[in-house]
């Protein structure tokens, strides 16, 4: 393995007829779109070799960027910038996608049994620390209840670690957490309630803030996840120590009814007034969704109109041009970055097909995050982001924070030691190893 | 193509045996004999006292449930039954109690709905089919044909995601992919009662058409249809509760059965009252429908006793 | 009943047409943003940009060639997704069918013939039973008693044995529940007929005469209905394989369903119809064997 082989990786997966949906954490490396093409339609990417990418000997490799990114390093956890062997092919060859080589402490022992699961066993030529696990089953379920499926596998020895079903979080947490085999975690996301700002009813900041003021987010954590979320008052969560603000959102932290009331009247939000909101089914969503519902109902009188639908028909709507209201909402971060979670959520550059699916367009946010991405040193680009974010949530309530992203999981801590969550939420493999 | 699985299709040739002329005198001596009979069987008696408390659940709803069945109360979620509330409160806090109660309403409307509508289709469909033969006959029996061979479930499904979720679409779901069972029997049994003699006799005597259809042949063969229609409610209420659980049914905040059993599966054997009692009326609604039907098919054919 | 296979597929192909949704957002991937370069690319491949004649037109032409196209979900050939699973399913058919031959026959012929007995009683009780409770309260409760509590039995998954015996049980409840009261009501009607009457008054055991001719004659509505049950069941058992996990094309359709995998959806319910239509036609022809009286025709 050379420097070659990550010019190759990323080569393969930028090209446009690779249609790689994760392509675009290399956008930022120059000769991007002459690769992959400008997203424009009719757009034809002419180039087959990746320009800003050079390997001058075989431990080097040079990355020329097309502007300034401090947290460019970062963005190198992504898989789609992994090394590949010579062997690979171009972004199509299926024989290289069912059995891929990597450069991790684990490697795949026979292919991708779509569907059924993956065997991984240990790469003893890794270049770090060797893994301690000779093999490991990862058997793959239907997405539909499969943290069911999942945790009742636990239960029944089937499964060694397993995520659990929301609704029985507290349960596992009794079995569990006496044996020590209980995680839990602050991870790097958000939940949400996505507005759109364009269209009405919710188009001006008072209307958005009166519905943060009527949620009354204590009663939905304790009530419907029995104390198992974190109330968000910010968008950027506490484990970006450096970026966190807990009072940014002053209108997230507790139901203030007669101040809600005044900003609905004043942000053209009267009772009465036809909101809807959306969600996708599957999710395990249908419970506080409709806590919100009532509430937005009997707090302001609204008309909350609940739409569930599958996850793709969501996004559909939110794109449509004369979307409106309320859609529920999760973001997990791409790298530990706070920038990652402003700048694709709000900036006018991440309008759809981006994800700012709100279509949140400020001037202020977006000079403050140019300049954050220049500064020069970390303290003067936290100043810089914290103040996006007062600009963006504070001032103008873009988006609706409603609770940080928390993972649970379960494991026989009888046989393993050294279980934990990664940044990606997926157990540490490298780490575990038996007691 | 493929005959009618149900021993329902027995009937369809034992329509109830009519002597020539004095049709209508019959037909009344007939409903006294079939009333006697279904009231001497206990079981029948026990399904319709079940279905007619149902029905009373579903009517009186509004006035006696203990609580209003969409009024959450986040301090007191999957709480187990106690005195306040006898079936507990599921996960947003609503009385259970109250929530079976108003389920039977949507069991009730979709469940005799779908299955008026489909006999409906059925009737008018198969009437052509059976009176008519001929092209008619075929035409109609091939579009049955591509319905049943299509699956129930995912048909509704697939309905219902292009529709839109709601109790009208479920109702328009089930009937469209039932309605082949009753036009299918009602065929089978015009056929059998038009060649009878007294169809014959009303014919010689220059009755027209429709007349001969509506007073004749009709009321003779509607009999198994009926009774199929009458088990089927059962039917049609686990497919809308099914529809539910598999989460295209009625919206998710409706006192529904089938959403009460879904989202109560999460808890099983943690909080199991979430999803205990709403299974039990639905089993209890099934059962009371089915001895009914069971009852009715007896009391008609008293051959089979 | 080529006609039949021609019109459903096509009521579907229409029906995921207008499907709302966004079947290219399955295929280039998670909640991510979409990239039109991406989208372009996949729609020309798909051919989604083309009118829904052309469309149809272009799929059918395919599938008479074998090719039944490429899942959008996994971006692999539909045939490679599904080609383990229908032995799944049709696995789980077979003991299905088994199932309700075994049981539903023994219990149909037990409450016949021991007509107002306990045993007679105890059939109808359970079978009203079987019928009443929904698959999936059935089935879950199953699992959670026998796999989850008493761990007699895997809860989940295609392994051996063992695992598939709740399965195939849930679902072969309401049709061997269905058989038994057929077969029990055809066979009550059967052994009043005259011809058995003279067969017994002719001095013949009640054994032989239910043997030879009262189970011959019976069992002819009943092998009309399985073949319709058989038939249902190799389309998929769309709840049981959800509740077990169990990796046939049912659970395929669900999860195709939910992430708009259309290729999935049509190749696995043209499927289900064409194996419905072409078990009812055997069951037909079989019908004609067992039944002197149809051959005439």
């Known amino acids: ?435 | 193509m493929a005959m009618i699985p149900d021993d329902v299709a027995e009937l369809a040739e034992v329509a109830p045996p009519v002597g020539p002329g004095t049709v209508g005198i019959a037909v009344q001596t007939q409903f006294g004999d079939i009333r006697k009979r279904f009231f001497r069987n206990k079981l029948a008696v026990i399904g319709l006292g079940m279905v007619a408390f149902v029905f009373l659940v579903a009517l009186l709803a509004p006035v006696i449930a203990p609580h209003d069945p969409y009024e959450q109360n986040l301090s007191a979620t999957t709480q187990p039954p106690s005195g306040a509330h006898w079936f507990g409160t599921d996960e947003l806090g609503r009385d259970q109690l109250s929530r079976v109660m108003f389920g039977s309403r949507i069991a009730v409307v979709v469940g005799l709905t779908s299955i008026l509508l489909a006999l409906g289709i059925g009737i008018v469909l198969g009437s052509i089919a059976g009176y008519r033969g001929g092209r008619a006959d075929s035409v109609v029996m091939r579009v049955a044909d591509a319905f049943f061979a299509f699956p129930v479930l995912i048909g509704a499904i697939l309905i219902i995601l292009v529709t839109g979720r709601g109790v009208l679409p479920v109702i328009l779901a089930i009937a469209i992919f039932t309605w082949t069972v009753p036009a299918r029997l009602l065929r089978s049994s015009i056929l059998s009662v038009r060649e009878a003699e007294y169809v014959e006799a009303a014919r010689s005597l220059g009755a027209s058409k429709w007349r001969i259809v509506t007073r004749h042949v009709l009321p003779n063969s509607l009999a198994p249809v009926l009774v199929y229609g009458m088990v089927s409610v059962g039917a049609a209420i686990v497919a809308e509760t099914a529809l539910s659980f598999l989460g295209v049914g009625v919206k998710p905040n409706v006192p529904d059965w089938g959403n009460m059993i879904a989202s109560g599966r999460a808890f099983f054997g943690y909080r199991d009252f979430l999803w205990v009692f709403p299974s039990l009326a639905a089993v209890f609604t099934v059962l009371g429908f089915i001895f009914v039907g069971d009852g009715l098919r007896d009391a008609l054919d008293p051959r089979l006793r | 009943m080529v006609l039949v296979l021609f019109g459903a597929s096509l009521i579907l192909f229409v029906a995921l047409f207008i499907l709302p949704g966004d079947p290219i957002g399955t295929a280039a991937g998670s909640e991510r943003a979409r990239d039109p370069a991406v989208r372009a690319v996949l729609e020309k491949r798909y051919a989604l940009d083309k009118p829904l004649p052309v469309q149809y037109v272009r799929y059918v032409s395919r599938l008479v060639r074998g090719d039944l196209g490429e899942s959008y979900r996994q971006r692999q050939p539909v045939s490679r997704v599904l080609r383990g699973r229908f032995g799944a399913t049709a696995e789980l058919a077979l003991a299905a069918i088994l199932l309700e031959v075994i049981i539903g026959l023994a219990a149909g012929i037990i409450a016949a013939v021991f007509r107002y007995s306990f045993w007679d009683v105890a059939v109808t009780l359970t079978t009203t039973l079987a019928i009443g409770v929904p698959t999936y309260v059935g089935g879950s409760i199953l699992q959670g008693i026998f796999a989850q509590k008493l761990g007699w039995f895997p809860r989940s998954g295609r392994a051996g044995f063992s695992s598939i015996v709740l399965p195939a049980l849930t679902l072969a409840s309401v049709d061997a529940a269905l058989v038994a009261r057929l077969m029990r009501g055809t066979m009550l009607e059967v052994l009043r007929a005259d011809y058995v009457r003279t067969a017994m008054a002719k001095g013949l055991s009640k054994r032989t005469v239910i043997l030879k001719h009262v189970l011959r004659n019976s069992v002819i509505p009943v092998v009309t209905y399985l073949g319709i049950a058989f038939g249902t069941l190799l389309g998929g058992a769309l709840i049981t394989e959800q509740i077990f996990n169990w990796d046939g094309i049912g659970l395929a359709l669900v999860t195709a369903i939910t992430a708009q995998d259309n290729p999935i959806i049509i190749a696995v319910v043209t499927y289900g119809v064409a194996a419905f239509v072409i078990v009812n036609l055997v069951v037909d022809i079989a019908y004609a064997y067992l039944d002197p009286r149809i051959r005439l025709e």
């Not at chain 1, 807990?246 to 005044?262: H, I, M, N």
């Not at chain 1, 569930?308 to 909402?329: Q, V, Y």
Request: hydrophobic content about 40%.
């Open chain 1, 1 to 435: 393995m050379t420097a070659e082989s990550f010019i190759r990786g990323m080569t393969r997966a930028a090209k446009q007829a690779a249609a790689s949906d994760v392509a675009y954490h290399m956008a930022g490396i120059a000769g991007y779109t002459d690769l992959h093409g400008t997203g424009q339609p009719g757009s034809v990417a002419k180039a087959t070799e990746f320009s800003g990418l050079s390997a001058p000997d075989p431990h080097t490799l040079k990355v020329k960027l097309s502007a300034p990114d401090c947290e460019f390093d970062r963005k190198t956890l992504q898989p789609v910038m992994s090394p590949v062997p010579k062997n690979a092919g171009d972004a199509a060859n299926k024989a290289f996608n069912d059995a891929p080589v990597g450069n991790g402490p684990f490697k795949l022992e026979g292919g991708w049994r779509h569907d059924q699961g993956i065997t991984l066993v240990r790469n003893d030529s890794y270049f770090g620390d060797k893994a301690y696990l000779d093999k490991v089953e990862l058997t793959i379920l239907p997405s539909q209840d499969a943290a069911e499926a999942e945790y009742r596998g636990a239960q029944s020895n089937q499964f060694d670690y397993a995520r659990i079903p929301p609704a029985l979080i507290p349960q596992a947490k009794a079995t569990y957490e006496p044996k020590h085999g209980f995680i839990s975690k602050l991870s790097y996301g958000i939940n949400y309630l996505l507005v759109n700002v364009v269209n009405p009813p919710l188009n001006s900041p008072d209307a958005r803030k009166a519905i943060s003021l009527a949620i009354d987010r204590d009663a939905i954590i304790d009530g419907v996840f029995k104390g198992f979320q974190t109330k968000a008052t910010s968008i950027i969560p506490p484990p970006l120590k450096a970026y966190y603000q807990p009072t940014v959102c002053d209108v997230c932290d507790k139901p203030d009814l007669g101040r809600a009331k005044a900003l609905a009247a004043s942000g053209g939000l009267p009772p009465g007034t036809k909101v809807s909101l959306a969600f996708n089914t599957g999710g395990g969503h249908e419970a506080w969704v409709q806590a919100i519902g009532q509430e937005l109902e009997k707090n302001l009188g609204l008309k909350v109109d609940l739409q569930p639908s599958p996850f793709a028909e969501l996004l559909k709507k939110e794109k449509a041009d004369n979307a409106s209201g309320l859609f529920r909402a999760g973001w997990s971060a791409d790298y530990p970055s706070a920038e990652n979670f402003l700048f694709p959520l709000l900036s006018k550059h991440s309008l759809p097909p981006g994800d700012n699916r709100g279509r949140y367009v400020n001037e202020r946010f977006d000079d403050l995050l140019a300049q954050a991405r220049k500064a020069p040193t970390e303290g003067a680009r936290a100043n810089l982001i914290k103040e996006a974010e007062r600009q963006a949530i504070g001032t103008d309530m873009a988006l609706i924070p409603l609770w940080y992203r928390s993972q649970y999981r379960v494991f026989e801590a009888s046989k393993w030691a050294g279980v934990s969550l990664d940044f990606f939420e997926n157990p540490s493999l490298a780490t575990i190893h038996q007691k």
